[in-house]
């Protein structure tokens, strides 16, 4: 059985044309003599009827903060209603086709509401309808637990969906059809003028979607490396032919020298809270407990700087006011810096190359950004900001590490 996994984006089955473009890409596939599985987000994006976070609203305006489980409930009939609207247009276009829910679809998780992992996939019913020559639409980001409960995967989790059933049936590759016409060398409404990267390996995608870069979920990326699932990342509304991310590299299109690159893309994250505890690290209740209680609270923390003096950390935005009640209930004295983001540069090239944290520093001194905390592994350097300087970051960034330039014949600086 030659399968594909064909996966459509929020965008990608939002309206009638998208729709039909999906319908034709379908039609391609099995013209080729390929099985397709479908796999589908919710509709759209926020503010539209059944995007997902239209319905997150929905939940708070009833509780301001939902039961995760019936948060979870909700959530997933975004991608149900998807399922039965792309399933009705694949059938009046003459494709047989069957609407089926992450459980149906045999997609089991753990009960990690909200972020649940996958623990194992059971394509029977697939494999069913396949032989029935019926071509499954599956609703992405969701699952079912042993025990029948309905859970989510976390924001962006239909990429999962389609790396995890890609991987169980042994597909050939796995499509994600989205509105960017590939991985870019930074998100293009920072850098409209960043360029479509034609093939990268696992590791280099693996770590930009971990810093940030939110074309796909870093979980697929994980799930795709592990079973060596071909990816195309490519978009609905054009014919470029996309991203390949795959184990092996062969020829490489472009950059044409990517054994001098230093740097693959710029990545960002934004809605970050700096949290800075004024008594510093002398004062009582200890740091640990500062830690622990922050994590009993479910706050999850990055770019942690402790010294003898100081304690800073970022958090997520939206749980800056639980994060200011449990330090406050410990005594401390904490300054909240909002609206800020981060900015990474991410590449594998970077290892032990001196200079990188240089060439950073004086690009955004340079295009007057100021730092607000910075943090390093062996392939990334990320600098926290003010969200106004955005933009102004990223493109500096981008232009420094030579990503703007049509080739990279001589590599880009260090
Ligand atoms: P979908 O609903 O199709 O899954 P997403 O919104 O999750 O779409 O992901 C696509 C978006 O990812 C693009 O519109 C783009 O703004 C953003 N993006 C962020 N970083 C990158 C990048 N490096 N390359 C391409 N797109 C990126
Ligand atoms: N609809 C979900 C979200 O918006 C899952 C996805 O789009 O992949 O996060
Ligand atoms: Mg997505």
């Given at each position: 059985?030659?399968?594909?996994?064909?996966k459509?984006?929020?965008?990608?089955?939002?309206?009638?044309?998208?729709r039909?473009?999906?319908?034709?890409?379908?039609?391609?596939?099995m013209s080729?003599?390929?099985?397709?599985?479908?796999?589908?987000?919710?509709?759209?994006?926020?503010?539209?009827?059944?995007a997902?976070?239209t319905?997150?609203?929905?939940?708070?305006?009833?509780?301001?903060?939902p039961?995760p489980?019936e948060?979870?409930?909700?959530?997933?009939?975004?991608?149900?209603i998807?399922?039965?609207?792309?399933?009705?247009?694949l059938?009046?276009?003459?494709?047989?086709?069957v609407?089926?829910?992450?459980?149906q679809?045999?997609?089991?998780?753990?009960?990690?509401?909200?972020?649940?992992?996958?623990?194992?996939?059971?394509p029977?019913?697939?494999?069913?309808?396949?032989?029935?020559h019926?071509?499954?639409?599956?609703?992405?980001?969701?699952g079912?637990?042993e025990?029948?409960e309905?859970?989510?995967?976390?924001r962006?989790?239909?990429?999962?969906?389609?790396?995890a059933?890609?991987?169980?049936?042994?597909?050939?590759?796995?499509?994600i059809?989205?509105?960017?016409?590939?991985?870019?060398?930074?998100?293009p409404?920072?850098?409209?003028?960043?360029?479509?990267i034609?093939r990268?390996?696992?590791?280099?995608?693996?770590q930009?979607?971990?810093e940030?870069?939110?074309v796909?979920?870093p979980?697929?990326?994980?799930i795709?490396?592990?079973?060596n699932v071909?990816?195309?990342?490519?978009?609905?509304?054009?014919?470029?032919?996309?991203?390949?991310?795959s184990?092996?590299?062969?020829?490489l299109?472009?950059?044409?020298?990517?054994?001098?690159?230093?740097?693959?893309?710029i990545t960002?994250?934004?809605d970050?809270?700096?949290?800075?505890?004024?008594?510093g690290?002398?004062?009582?209740p200890?740091?640990?407990?500062v830690?622990?209680?922050?994590?009993?609270?479910?706050?999850?923390?990055?770019?942690?700087?402790?010294?003898?003096?100081d304690?800073s950390?970022?958090?997520?935005?939206?749980?800056?006011d639980r994060?200011?009640?449990i330090?406050?209930?410990?005594?401390?004295g904490?300054?909240?810096?909002r609206?800020?983001?981060?900015?990474?540069?991410?590449?594998?090239?970077?290892?032990?190359?001196?200079?990188?944290?240089?060439?950073?520093?004086?690009?955004?001194h340079?295009?007057g950004?100021?730092?607000?905390?910075?943090?390093?592994?062996?392939?990334t350097?990320?600098?926290?900001?003010s969200?106004?300087n955005l933009?102004?970051?990223?493109?500096?960034?981008?232009s420094?590490f030579?990503l703007?330039?049509?080739?990279?014949q001589?590599?880009?600086?260090?």
């Amino acid at each position: 059985m030659k399968v594909v996994v064909q996966k459509f984006g929020g965008t990608s089955v939002a309206t009638e044309d998208a729709r039909q473009r999906l319908v034709a890409r379908v039609k391609h596939a099995m013209s080729e003599g390929l099985l397709v599985v479908i796999v589908v987000s919710a509709m759209g994006r926020g503010g539209e009827p059944y995007a997902t976070d239209t319905l997150i609203e929905l939940a708070r305006k009833a509780h301001p903060e939902p039961d995760p489980r019936e948060l979870d409930l909700l959530m997933s009939c975004g991608e149900i209603i998807s399922t039965v609207v792309v399933s009705g247009t694949l059938r009046a276009s003459g494709i047989d086709s069957v609407a089926m829910t992450g459980a149906q679809a045999g997609i089991f998780t753990d009960g990690a509401f909200g972020n649940s992992r996958i623990i194992r996939v059971d394509p029977k019913r697939i494999m069913e309808e396949l032989d029935r020559h019926r071509t499954p639409v599956v609703a992405g980001f969701q699952g079912t637990t042993e025990t029948g409960e309905t859970t989510t995967l976390g924001r962006g989790g239909s990429d999962i969906t389609a790396v995890a059933l890609g991987a169980s049936l042994g597909a050939l590759s796995v499509e994600i059809f989205t509105d960017v016409d590939g991985i870019k060398t930074a998100d293009p409404r920072v850098v409209p003028h960043a360029r479509t990267i034609d093939r990268m390996s696992y590791d280099e995608i693996s770590q930009m979607a971990h810093e940030g870069a939110k074309v796909i979920h870093p979980r697929a990326v994980e799930i795709a490396m592990r079973h060596n699932v071909p990816l195309r990342i490519r978009s609905t509304f054009d014919d470029a032919p996309g991203t390949l991310v795959s184990r092996t590299q062969g020829a490489l299109a472009w950059p044409e020298s990517r054994h001098y690159q230093v740097v693959t893309g710029i990545t960002h994250v934004t809605d970050l809270c700096l949290v800075s505890l004024l008594n510093g690290t002398g004062a009582a209740p200890p740091i640990t407990s500062v830690f622990r209680k922050l994590a009993e609270g479910g706050v999850s923390i990055d770019m942690i700087s402790v010294s003898q003096s100081d304690c800073s950390f970022v958090i997520k935005e939206d749980v800056s006011d639980r994060t200011n009640r449990i330090l406050k209930s410990l005594g401390l004295g904490v300054d909240l810096k909002r609206h800020c983001a981060k900015v990474s540069i991410v590449g594998s090239g970077m290892r032990g190359v001196p200079g990188v944290m240089a060439n950073v520093a004086e690009a955004l001194h340079d295009a007057g950004v100021g730092i607000l905390q910075t943090s390093d592994s062996h392939v990334t350097i990320s600098c926290l900001i003010s969200h106004d300087n955005l933009h102004k970051a990223a493109q500096a960034l981008h232009s420094r590490f030579g990503l703007d330039e049509a080739s990279q014949q001589r590599g880009n600086q260090s």
